[in-house]
Structure formats: structure tokens, C-alpha cells
């Protein structure tokens, strides 16, 4: 029978309850069995691949295709497992679905309700998300806080899921904050108490209550508040802040969820296995030395704008022995002029993906200034796109180079629309989106971060445009490699300039698929690279 574990939020949002999803699935899969995560999103829109990252965040993307939450980024690295495009629904696609089955007649003529129609749809993700891998476990998080006017069908579908698999077969997990008062240093549980009323209101008693604290809770106080909760005198338990995230599983294990875990949905008593996560954070504390990377962006005033990207970073980090520390540099502020300045304290410089014209020159000058000063370069996507027109611009001298994106009337539109591809519109869920192979050319960098054994691989993509076929003998002549291919030929997915130190960029996204233990290749040999710019510079 596949359990299902349900996390929700009280009191405050931004309590980290991603985290504690993620980190119960590490603990879970660590057990021996087989988990996937899924996100519930309350907004409106039919997925955040339209929002703006600055507001929102990263928008990571599946293996199968799906742009969804930047928390299904924790569950994958957490639990090393490919989500899939029911791992995160929202309101939009709830709505998008029932409307569309009405206009279908699915419905036959009965009026349809938000209870049982929205509510039935909302269930039907939560059973399908598991049933595509055979889950042992769903763990399903409820975005928002409870009381939230748009959350509630949501938290009423996870009420019916326990009646229709039994109660037995579900758990309630609630995360909520215990404040500290600054005039007398004591800790509060009253807005807990308020919280789990609310839940209690609708329906749900939860099972277990996640308090985050910045300071230990005594035991009593734990006491109190699970009897005023109607839990069990254990199913009070503190989650502190970790020195780092991926602490967090371990910190959990140490104060006893496995146990109450277990014993609340009847799983095997077989003890979690994480001494190699374990190891990876013992040396994640350790690092000896450092490396200063500079992420040159036009988003860098949200850092989750690239979240998956700063995390692949710290995995390649952990591999090196280095700690890396980013440097966020707007490309809106660079330029021909400013850049050496700018970027001279870095030891390497990484350019991820972006939209739209606005702080591309001063990636161009970034992009330069690393290829003529031997800096190590990275980029990922928009950032490969880049390093193309840079090297078009200053090495083929075609001054005009550029991207159909950023100047249809350019003579030298260097990357474009492909034919086959998606089109110019600019519209929701059209791109090229998810796991595409890539051909790898032997005896290139590419080939070399990823094996000489390996000829393909598969990443995961999300843009529109690429690599512009006609100029493919024009820039390999002039040094530009083109590395990597689709299985076809007709794509260029990486490029390089191979006698540098360090200059490659891919059109995927390798970020979304570096685990804490497990680095992304091209990650680990970029840090590697910065290291060695570091010693080469003395
Ligand atoms: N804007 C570019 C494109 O659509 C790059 C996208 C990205 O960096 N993810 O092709």
C-alpha cells in the first residue's frame, strides 16, 4: 500500500518546509524505499515558467518536461530521484483541467463544484505522481500557509485522501514557528496552537509538528503543545537552522523522526543508511580552501533566481575541496570598460540562462574578457548563446553578431530560430523543454568533464533559440569547437574554445542534475579549472 505524507505550513511562510519534504524523503529513501515529492501550488498560474524570476525564483525543470517550483530542485538533490510533470500542480492547472473536461461534457450535465470536481482533480495528481515510478511513499507539500483563502480546496482534497486510503496510510506533517521574544528570550507556541486550529478546522489533525526555532525548546514546553494539539507526547519535534542545508536530514534523524515516522504509518524498521550523505557533509564543513566564482546575471538581486545553479556550484565544491564563494555581479552594471575591474578578483567567471535583451552587452564584455585573459568561463544557455556572439563579434570581427531574440534586423544572427523548432512566441510551455541527448565530440573539454568512455548524454533544456546552422564552418574555422550535438546532427548543444583553460558553454541546463555527492560533471571540472587559475595567479 503506498503511504502518503502530507506537509503543510503554519503561522509564517518561507519556514523552509521544502526542506523538511526533502530531508524526510532522504531519510525515507535512505530506509530502503521508494519516494517521490510533489508541490501544490495555490497560484493561479498554470505553471511559474511565466513568472518572473526575480520574484519567484528559479524555475526548475523535469526530466520529462515540466517547469515547476524551485522546492522541486531540493527534492531531487535531497532525494536523488527525477520528479516527474505531476510533481508540482497549481491552481491554474486545476482549473485549466476541470474547465476543459466541461467543455468536453465530461461532466454530463451535473454543475460542477469545487467539491468534487477541483477537489477530485487535485486527487488524481497526488495518486498519479507516485503510480509513474510504483512509490512506496508520495510526499506531497502544500505551498502557502494553512488559512490561506486559495489553499483550501487544497487542503480539502488531502483530508478526502486520507478517508479514501485510510487514515493508517497518511501522515500530517506541520511546520510551523515558535518565535523568540527579544525583550525576554522566550520562546512562544501560541501561534502554533492558533495554527493547528485552523488545520483542525478543516478537517486535518496533524500527526507530527515541526517547530523551526533558533534556539532548543525544552522538553516540557514540547509537552504542552502536543497535548494542546492532540499529538503524541514525541510528535513535537525542533528544526534548527543548519550551518549547512544539507545538514538538515542528518539533524532530523538525530532527533528521532525515523522513529516517529515509522511507527505512525507502519513502515519497515529498517534503520536509514546515510553514512555516505553523512560523509559529504563532514566534508562540506571541512573545505580547506576556497574559490571566488562570479555569477554574472541580470536577476542577481534574487539569489534563487539561481538556485540550482549556486547548488551545483557548492556540489562541485564539496568534490574539489573548496569552498565556493559566488560573487554576484549585475550585468546590467558591466561593461567594455568597467569589466576587467569587476571581474579581476574572481577566479572564474559562470553565466547562466536568462530572457530578453536587457544586460547582454555587459555579458558580451564579460564573456570577451574571459576568452582574452584565459579566466575560466561557464556558460548555461543564454550564457553559451553569449559566449557564440562574443566570439562572433570579436574574433570573426562580425561586429553585429547577435541573437534573433535581442535584434531581428542583424545581419549576423549567429544564434536563431531553428527550423523545426519552436517558434517566436513568446508564450507558456512552448519552448524546448526537459531531457534531450547530447552527442559528445571525442577529445574536446566536453569530453573530457564528462569521460572519454561517455558518448552521450542526457540534459535537460529550456529556451527557444540556438546555435544558427549557417555559420557552423565559420566559427569552428576560426576556433570556436562545437563539442556537442542532438543525436541528429541537426543541434548544436555545446561549444568551446579548446585551447583555453576553461571556455565552454552548453545550450542545456546541467545545473538541475548535480547532486551534493554526485557533482555535475562540467561543475566539477569548472571549479577544478578555477582552482587552477587560482594557483596559476599565485
Ligand atoms: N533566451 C534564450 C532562449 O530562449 C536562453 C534561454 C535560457 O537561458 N534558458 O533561447
Request: aromatic share 6%; with cysteine.
Amino acid at each position: 500500500m503506498e503511504k502518503y505524507i502530507f506537509v503543510t505550513g503554519g503561522v509564517v511562510s518561507g519556514l523552509g518546509k521544502g526542506i523538511t519534504a526533502a530531508s524526510l524523503g532522504r531519510i525515507l529513501k535512505a530506509k530502503g524505499l521508494k519516494v517521490i515529492a510533489q508541490k501544490l501550488d495555490p497560484y493561479i498560474n498554470i505553471d511559474p515558467g511565466q513568472l518572473n524570476p526575480t520574484q519567484h525564483g528559479e524555475v526548475f525543470v523535469t526530466e520529462d518536461g515540466a517547469e515547476t517550483d524551485l522546492d522541486l530542485g531540493h527534492y531531487e538533490r535531497f532525494i536523488d530521484e527525477n520528479l516527474n510533470m505531476f510533481s508540482n500542480l497549481t491552481t491554474g492547472k486545476v482549473y485549466t483541467a476541470v474547465l476543459d473536461n466541461e467543455r468536453k461534457g465530461v461532466y454530463g450535465g451535473k454543475t460542477v463544484q469545487v467539491i468534487p470536481h477541483v477537489t477530485d482533480e487535485i486527487k488524481r495528481f497526488i495518486r498519479a505522481v507516485g503510480a509513474k515510478i510504483s512509490a512506496d511513499v508520495v510526499i506531497t507539500e502544500i505551498g502557502g500557509t494553512v488559512g490561506d483563502i486559495e489553499s483550501l480546496p487544497f487542503i480539502e482534497a488531502i483530508r478526502q485522501v486520507s478517508n479514501d486510503v485510510g487514515r493508517e496510510n497518511c501522515l500530517f506533517v506541520h511546520v510551523t514557528l515558535a518565535p523568540t521574544l527579544t525583550s525576554n528570550g522566550e520562546v512562544k507556541t501560541k501561534p502554533t496552537q492558533h495554527s493547528v486550529k485552523t488545520l483542525r478546522s478543516l478537517g486535518i489533525s496533524p500527526n507530527l509538528i515541526v517547530l523551526r526555532t533558533n534556539k532548543p525548546i525544552d522538553q516540557k514546553l514540547k509537552e504542552k503543545l502536543a497535548l494542546s494539539c492532540n499529538v503524541e507526547p514525541d510528535c513535537v519535534i525542533e528544526n534548527r537552522d543548519a550551518s549547512i542545508l544539507y545538514e538538515v536530514p542528518l539533524l532530523m534523524l538525530d532527533g528521532g523522526i525515523d522513529e516517529i515516522v515509522t511507527r505512525e504509518l507502519g513502515l519497515p524498521e529498517t534503520a536509514p543508511q546515510l553514512d555516505d550523505w553523512r560523509q559529504m557533509v563532514e566534508r562540506a564543513k571541512n573545505l580547506k580552501d576556497k574559490v571566488k566564482v562570479a555569477l554574472v546575471g541580470k536577476y542577481v538581486s534574487m539569489f534563487d533566481a539561481y538556485l540550482s545553479v549556486a547548488e551545483a556550484l557548492t556540489h562541485a565544491g564539496i568534490a574539489n575541496d573548496v569552498k565556493v564563494d559566488i560573487d554576484w555581479v549585475d550585468s546590467e552594471k558591466l561593461n567594455e570598460k568597467n569589466v576587467a575591474k569587476k571581474l579581476d578578483g574572481a577566479d572564474a567567471v559562470i553565466m547562466p540562462g536568462g530572457f530578453g535583451i536587457r544586460g547582454i552587452e555587459g555579458m558580451v564584455a564579460a564573456a570577451k574578457y574571459c576568452r582574452e585573459n584565459d579566466k575560466p568561463y561557464f556558460g548555461i544557455c543564454l550564457g553559451m548563446q553569449i559566449a557564440v556572439i562574443e566570439f562572433a563579434r570579436n574574433v570573426l570581427g562580425w561586429k553585429d553578431a547577435s541573437s534573433g531574440e535581442f535584434d531581428e534586423n542583424s545581419k549576423h544572427r549567429v544564434i536563431d530560430i531553428m527550423e523545426g523548432q519552436q517558434g517566436k512566441v513568446c508564450t507558456g510551455g512552448t519552448m524546448r523543454l526537459g531531457g534531450y541527448k547530447c552527442m559528445i565530440k571525442p577529445d574536446t573539454k566536453l569530453a573530457q568533464c564528462y569521460g572519454a568512455d561517455v558518448q552521450s548524454v542526457m540534459e535537460r533544456h529550456r529556451h527557444r533559440f540556438e546555435f544558427n546552422n549557417a555559420y557552423r564552418e565559420d566559427v569552428e574555422n576560426a576556433g570556436l569547437t562545437l563539442c556537442g550535438k542532438s543525436p541528429d546532427g541537426n543541434l548544436i548543444e555545446a561549444v568551446e574554445v579548446s585551447d583555453k583553460l576553461f571556455h565552454l558553454g552548453v545550450q542545456y541546463h546541467p545545473e538541475f542534475k548535480s547532486r551534493p555527492a554526485r557533482p555535475q560533471p562540467i561543475f566539477r571540472e569548472f571549479i577544478a579549472a578555477a582552482k587552477t587559475y587560482k594557483a596559476r595567479r599565485g
